[in-house]
Each structure stands twice: as structure tokens, then as C-alpha cells.
């Protein structure tokens, strides 16, 4: 089982620190999730694809926090302010950390079957709101969001779901059904996706009218 090396971080971010709070907690979750993953079976086989799935998510996820750090210091104080905002009203903070709090838990009390069918959609609540917080930095910094990151999200899904997917083999529960569930959750994600773009869109297009 994964071993609670280090206590979970709760105290309240300091608002000059909220971003890098927010997304140190987002990287614990999926810190979480990966050690519980790689410790749950004895099987060296099914180990070591644990193990390849679950470094390959945690070091594709990481890329995409520095990116986000590296682009947020790059705004002025009134963008940062924006972006901080939102994340204060969000609190994707007591998100990540009460999910990664959540599956340490998980993987030590052995309560897998309701906690895979949360897990599947808990990564989804991060992956929006790290998505957001991109989009609002690159439109400030007046950057359109790359299909390369679209891509990239993606990959993000792939090695989660399969680590979810892995997971529920080890602990017997029905591959098929949790695939279905991911599947579906994609799905209920890019329609949201697509209703929030949308929504971007046309405050755009409302936004040059009003200037011209």
C-alpha cells in the first residue's frame, strides 16, 4: 500500500502563493494516485506497467504545471490578479488537496470499488480547472491555446484512465465497466469543454464589438 511519507499540506495558501499552492496540490493528487497504484500489487508484471503508466502521468503532468508557472510569470499584476481570483473562488486548492487526502486514505483503508468510480471523475475536476487557468493566462498574454496542449491533455486521460483501468484489474473489479465509466466521463468532459469555448467565444466577439 502506498506509505503516507509526509502529512498533507492544509494550511491555507498565502495569496501571493495561491497558483503555485493550487498546482502543488494538483501534482499531490496525482502523486497519491501513482504511489498507491505502483504499491497495490505484488504481480511484477502488472507492477511494472503500473509503474511505466504512472511515471509517464506524473512526468507529463508536471510539464504542464511548469509550463503554467513559467507562462503566469510572464503577466503583469493585474492579469496575475485575475487568474488569482478565479482560483480563489474556485479553490482548486482545497480541490487537489482534498483529493489527494482522499486517495492516501483510499489506498491505506482498502475501499477500492466506490473510490475507482471516484477517481475517474475527480482527475476530470483538476484537468478543468488546470485547462481554465491555462486559457486565461495564454488569452492575457494574447496567445491562442495550441492543439499541441489540446494533444497533450488528452495523453493525460490515456495514462490516467489506464492507470484506473490497471487498478481495477488488481483489485477484481470489472475492466469493462470502468472503461465504459471513463469513456463516458471523456465525453460528458469535451461537452463541457466545448459549451466553455463557446461561451469564451462569444464574450470575445461582444467584447470587439463594444470596443469598435
Same mark, same amino acid.
Given at each position: 500500500?502506498?506509505? !503516507?511519507?509526509?502529512? @498533507? ?37 502488472? /507492477? ?27 503577466? !503583469?499584476?493585474?492579469? /496575475?490578479?485575475?487568474?488569482? %481570483? ?8 482545497? %480541490?487537489? !488537496? ?9 489506498? /491505506? ?33 494574447? %496567445?491562442?491555446? @495550441? ?56 464574450? !470575445? ?8
Amino acid at each position: 500500500m502506498a506509505e !503516507n511519507k509526509s502529512a @498533507p499540506n492544509t494550511e491555507k495558501p498565502k495569496e501571493e502563493n495561491i497558483l503555485n499552492a493550487t498546482l502543488s496540490a494538483f501534482e499531490a493528487f496525482v502523486s497519491e494516485m501513482s504511489a498507491g497504484a505502483t504499491a497495490s500489487t505484488a504481480d511484477e508484471e502488472t /507492477k511494472q506497467m503500473l509503474v511505466t503508466t504512472s511515471s509517464s502521468l506524473q512526468s507529463q503532468f508536471k510539464k504542464v504545471t511548469e509550463f503554467v508557472r513559467a507562462n503566469y510569470s510572464n503577466l !503583469n499584476v493585474g492579469k /496575475k490578479e485575475e487568474v488569482d %481570483i478565479f482560483l480563489r473562488i474556485q479553490d482548486g486548492f482545497q %480541490i487537489g !488537496n482534498s483529493g489527494a487526502e482522499t486517495t492516501r486514505k483510499a489506498f /491505506k483503508s482498502g475501499w477500492f470499488l466506490k473510490f475507482l468510480k471516484w477517481a475517474l471523475h475527480w482527475f476530470k475536476e483538476i484537468k478543468k480547472i488546470l485547462r481554465e487557468i491555462i486559457a486565461m493566462i495564454l488569452e492575457a498574454l494574447g %496567445i491562442k491555446f @495550441p492543439k499541441w496542449l489540446e494533444t497533450i491533455f488528452l495523453l493525460l486521460d490515456e495514462f490516467y484512465d489506464a492507470l484506473v483501468s490497471l487498478l481495477s484489474d488488481v483489485f477484481g473489479l470489472d475492466v469493462g465497466k470502468f472503461a465504459t465509466d471513463a469513456s463516458r466521463a471523456e465525453v460528458n468532459y469535451l461537452n463541457e469543454l466545448y459549451a466553455v469555448e463557446r461561451l469564451r467565444s462569444l464574450r !470575445n466577439v461582444q467584447k470587439s464589438n463594444e470596443d469598435e
